[in-house]
Each structure stands twice: as structure tokens, then as C-alpha cells.
């Protein structure tokens, strides 16, 4: 369902490796937005465009309208979906996206509906104008396989996780069995893919790792420079050097 940009691979391998390995959402979350627009196929670009957000549900959108909810979570590696949007939905509730999403309205109504009941919501919906865009969630991860001699990642795995991809209207109609079964106001954490979106499916994607020479280097780098603190640039310099002297 998802393709890279074959062109960009190596660049792709490098960023993984160097930003993305054992990095949390807090961490890197814009960063993999930003990762989607310019390593996939598809035409994938922010949904805020010129200061006015098109879904404060949604991260990016692409050339088939459909717009995207875009997570790094950990969970992604051994977790089904709902687990991952467990952790990363917790203040999502059927108001908002209703709002945000089956309307486009960038959460105008999100506090009017909240005190809506099942009933108020099918009246005041009558004279709105559902969206013909659809909706997703994509999340991912990176990590290494298991480790070879001398302690080398044998590759690296970008995985992904995906939900089914609805409609404004097919959203609407998952929504509204949510509203009746447990209010407009839930939070909706795991259910928002168990009850809403369900889960699509997973992608990996492989990577040779760099090479053992270089791999031992970067170690090297990052224990003996990157990691410490050096109270002048003489000191930071002569680590620097020592390193310079055992590879000539």
C-alpha cells in the first residue's frame, strides 16, 4: 500500500539510523511527518498549509485526499494498532473527530457537540455538509534486527502500521455507533481503532546497515565524544585527536 521513494534509499538508511533508532514520539513525532512527505510515494505534504489547518486530526494528506493521522510509537514493533493509538489517542472522543474530521471545520463545533446525546447529534447533523475526503492512521518504528558477530546490527526494519481508510461518511457511521453505545465525549484510546477506523495492516521495510568499519567508528564517536562533556574545546579537540591517531 505504501512505497518509498527507491531513489532515496540510502539517504532514507542514514536518517533512520542516525535519528530515528530508539527515539520516542515526543522525540521524533514531527520528524516522521516530515519523513513521510519526503521518503514516500504519493504526493504526501502538511495538512496545515499557509497558517490554516485543513484537520487538527490529521498530519498529512495526499494527492488521493485522503488524509492521514501520523504517529512514532515503539509499539508499533510487537503491538497490534489499537495498542499503538492507545498510547497515542488518549484525548481523541467522537465530538472531535466529528469536528475535525466528517466536517472539516478544524474543530469549530467540537465543543458544541461534546454535549450532545445520540439524538441531538442525527438532528444537528442534518443540515451539514459531510466531507468527500477519507481518513487514516499511520504509525511507525525503526529498530535493528538481532545483532551479528562483533556486536553489528545484521539490518535495519522501518515498519509501519495502518488502519482501513473510510470515507467522511463511512467515519460518520462508525462514529455515530460509538455516540450511542458510549457518548460523544468518550475517549476513545484503543477504540479508535477497535470501534472506528480497525486495522488494515503492516509494511517492513529492509536496510542494510552501514559497514563494520564505519559501524565501530560512529560507536566509537558517539561514546567518546557525543556522550561526554568536556569542559573546553582543547579537551573535546585532544578526545577528537586520540580517536584521528588510532585509524592512521
Known amino acids: 500500500m505504501f512505497k518509498l521513494k527507491q531513489h ?3 539517504e532514507l538508511s542514514s536518517l533512520l539510523q542516525n535519528k530515528f533508532i530508539d527515539k520516542n514520539s515526543t522525540v521524533v513525532g514531527r520528524d516522521f511527518e516530515d519523513l513521510v512527505i519526503e521518503y514516500f510515494e504519493g504526493g504526501y505534504r502538511q495538512t496545515n498549509i499557509e497558517g490554516k489547518v485543513q484537520s487538527a486530526f490529521s498530519d498529512v494528506t495526499d494527492d488521493d485526499d485522503t488524509y492521514f493521522s501520523v504517529k512514532w510509537s515503539e509499539a508499533v514493533w510487537d503491538s497490534p494498532l489499537s495498542k499503538v493509538c492507545g498510547d497515542n489517542f488518549r484525548y481523541t ?14 474543530g469549530k463545533y467540537t465543543n458544541e ?5 445520540y439524538e441531538d447529534l442525527i438532528k444537528f447533523m442534518q443540515d451539514k455538509e459531510i466531507t468527500n475526503n477519507k481518513f487514516g492512521i499511520l504509525t511507525g518504528y525503526a529498530s535493528f534486527t538481532e545483532q551479528g558477530p562483533n556486536e553489528i546490527p545484521k539490518e535495519l526494519v522501518f515498519k509501519i502500521k495502518y488502519s482501513n481508510i473510510l470515507t467522511g461518511l463511512e467515519l460518520y457511521s462508525k462514529l455515530l455507533d460509538v455516540v450511542r453505545d458510549y457518548g460523544i465525549d468518550k475517549e476513545l484510546r484503543s477504540h479508535t481503532i477497535t470501534k472506528v477506523f480497525g486495522e488494515q495492516g503492516n509494511q517492513e521495510f529492509f536496510f542494510k546497515t552501514e559497514s563494520p568499519e564505519i ?6 564517536l558517539k561514546d567518546t565524544i557525543m556522550d561526554n562533556t568536556f569542559n573546553t574545546e582543547k579537551d573535546m579537540l585532544q578526545a577528537l585527536q586520540s580517536i584521528v591517531g588510532g585509524y592512521e
Request: aromatic share 4%.
Open 8 to 10: 532515496k534509499i540510502k
Open 93 to 106: 472522543t467522537p465530538a472531535k473527530l466529528i469536528s475535525q474530521c466528517v466536517l472539516m471545520s478544524e
Open 113 to 117: 457537540l461534546k454535549h450532545m446525546s
Open 215 to 220: 559501524y565501530k567508528l560512529r560507536k566509537v
